[in-house]
């Protein structure tokens, strides 16, 4: 498995689990490849999500941290 990250948009916010996260959080995706990494995060987040990164990105953008998203996709 490969580490994946996605980030959110100024309007996008979503619960995971029992957390909030939103623009100020990223959120880290466990898959084999970029292909199911992007399924993973449409079926977390539908269209509403901005970017996915192959490369952790630069954390003083992100004062949330970083929030896993483990099994419970939907």
Not at 14 to 42: F, P, S, W
Request: proline share 3%.
């Amino acid at each position: 498995m490969n580490t994946f990250w996605v980030t959110l948009g100024q309007i996008h916010a979503h619960v995971l689990g029992a957390k909030t996260v939103d623009h100020n959080a990223v959120i880290e995706i466990e898959a084999e490849d970029e292909a199911e990494a992007m399924r993973k995060a449409y079926e977390l987040f539908g269209g509403r999500f901005a970017n996915l990164y192959s490369k952790k990105p630069d954390m003083k953008y992100y004062p949330g941290g970083i929030v896993k998203a483990k099994g419970g996709y939907r």
